[in-house]
């Protein structure tokens, strides 16, 4: 097959917002207890005894440059008390933990969250209870972190041994979610305030009106806040009647997914389509929206929770652990060339998640492991930041595969459009903040041919001779890391440029030009 790549650096979509590449931390699992936060495991080294982090965690972590990390759920987060979480660690009480039918021993909790938070560099994310939690909860957790004022919890912070403010900017109106298969129709875990399984479930009419006096009065307590209204899958009427009540006093509308393939390479890359579909449908709700409250503000999408997970292979019950493959790693790959073609709507988006949960990163009690899925992000947070270029593949086969007309999910919402059609080559590109380079990342989803592909930039536009390639890749499509050892891993040369690209099967590459 023939197949040409198009890139003109005249034509940029938008900023890419480094929030894209933003993180996820829940009590789930391993995510924060034994992941994140090890105290007392003599066997691996910590930050420090205060903290309880672990420092091959954070180093790992760090590479990925995460810019906001969102906490404490997800599912939790709806019978979660924030006020047992903080104080002496010995006087904590342990609960019931209802999303996860686990404990939760309130060990690491928000003040340990922002501790984590500054030594990583990143910007908190917290999410509200609007389960089981009340807007006073709600109201005190907002001046616990960022009131300044003589007051009950801005006290307490400081008798929590925490002088300042911690200015936590983002906060969101409860939590939601949807699992998006292509291919098979069966159903899937859930969560949170429009789905039944979720404590404190709502009709959207009564969440829409709860989270509005909701943010009224979390904004007169701290007027530079960043609201998060609940959204779904971007392609349901709770989405709609939710922005239509909301628009006027969040700042972004959330929306999640997960893609599942049940173990087929083509569903398993095909899969983000679904959620760039919800991303437009998001987009013209929003205009909708605004055009009907009479808004110029800016709305964006805040895509909170994504990943690849199929939880009848990893179940949510069971932490979750997914141990991902070179088809998972390109499908991820595939996730980031939405976010970055999306940049004029996507500005925060939060993989699900960070650690040892649906994670790219993996621990034991003596050391860890970078999952497959882990270089695509770093490559994509360290090299597709600038402006987000438009692009175009001619001539790429495209999938032909099974689908189903719905996503599947209790809710019964219809997907807008199937994955068919979508391109196998599939790609997105940046021109660097200084202008000088242009980086296109590119993942041939195919697993049985490979291409040679010419790449033409707009007719003002020269490149100079050498490229250098960031490649992830191995002959195995289902090759995976483990403990043992390192098989998925990125590999960086430089190559002589003459206009054509050979993409070998099942690969994911970020190609760097330098402007001429
Ligand atoms: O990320 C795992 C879970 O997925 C989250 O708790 C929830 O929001 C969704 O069910």
């Known amino acids: 097959a023939t197949a040409t790549i198009r890139i003109d650096p005249a034509r940029v979509i938008d900023k890419v917002d480094p929030r894209i590449y933003s993180g996820f931390t829940e009590h789930m699992g391993r995510c924060i207890y034994g992941g994140i936060y090890d105290p007392g495991n003599q066997n691996a080294e910590l930050i420090n005894e205060k903290t309880g982090l672990r420092k091959d965690v954070m180093d790992a972590l760090k590479a990925l440059k995460i810019p906001v990390v969102r906490y ?11 006020q047992d979480g903080v104080g002496p660690r010995e006087s904590r009480p342990r609960r019931p933990e209802l999303a996860w039918l686990t404990e939760e021993s309130n060990q690491f909790g928000t003040d340990e969250f922002i501790e984590f938070c500054r030594e990583l560099g990143t910007e908190p994310f917290i999410c509200l209870n609007m389960g089981t939690g009340t807007l006073e909860d709600a109201l005190a957790w907002v001046e616990y972190c960022n009131s300044s004022a003589n007051t009950y919890y801005a006290n307490l912070r400081r008798k929590n041994g925490h002088e300042e403010p911690y200015g936590v900017k983002y906060w969101a109106l409860g939590t939601n979610l949807a699992l998006i298969q292509v291919d098979v129709a069966k159903s899937i875990a859930g969560n949170e305030v429009w789905g039944p399984w979720q404590v404190g479930q709502m009709e959207s009419q009564d969440y829409a009106k709860k989270a509005f006096q909701w943010a009224k009065a979390l904004r007169l307590l701290d007027p530079t806040i960043k609201l998060i209204a609940c959204g779904e899958t971007g392609f349901s009427d709770w989405d709609r009647v939710v922005l239509k009540k909301l628009a006027p006093v969040v700042d972004f509308h959330s929306i999640h997914l997960y893609t599942v393939s049940e173990g087929k390479h083509l569903v398993n890359v095909v899969g983000p389509a679904a959620a760039e579909k919800g991303i437009e449908i ?21 895509f909170d929770e994504w990943n690849v997970w199929d939880p009848v292979r990893a179940p949510g019950e069971k932490g979750a652990e997914e141990h991902y493959d070179l088809s998972d ?14 940049a004029d709507i996507v500005k925060i988006a939060c993989i699900a998640q960070s650690v040892n949960v649906i994670s790219p990163i993996i621990t034991s009690p003596t050391g860890l492991f970078l999952q497959t899925t882990y270089f695509p992000l770093q490559l994509f947070s360290n090299l597709m930041c600038g402006s987000s270029l438009n692009v175009h593949v001619g001539g790429s086969p495209t999938y032909s595969g099974e689908t189903v007309p719905k996503f599947i999910h209790d809710l019964d919402v219809h997907a807008p459009e199937s994955a068919k059609g979508t391109k196998l080559i599939d790609i997105s590109a940046v021109l660097s903040e200084d202008g000088k380079e242009v980086r296109v990342a590119i993942v041939n989803r195919s697993d049985e041919e490979e291409f040679a592909v010419p790449i033409l930039f707009g007719p003002e536009t020269q490149v100079k001779d050498e490229v250098t390639v960031h490649e992830v890749w191995h002959e195995d499509l289902r090759a995976k890391n483990g403990f043992d050892g390192q098989n998925v891993k990125t ?6 440029w003459k206009g054509i690209y050979v993409l070998k099967k099942h690969s994911f590459q970020i190609l760097v030009f330098t402007l001429a």
Do not use: H, Q
């Open 491 to 496: 590999v960086v040369r430089t190559e002589a």
């Open 72 to 82: 404490p759920g997800g599912n939790f987060v709806s019978t979660y008390r924030w």
């Open 329 to 342: 790693a390109l499908a991820v790959a595939s996730w980031l060339n939405v976010f970055v073609r999306k």
């Open 282 to 302: 998001t987009k013209s709700l929003i205009d909708l929206a605004k055009i009907e409250c009479g808004l110029s503000k800016e709305l964006t999408v805040c």
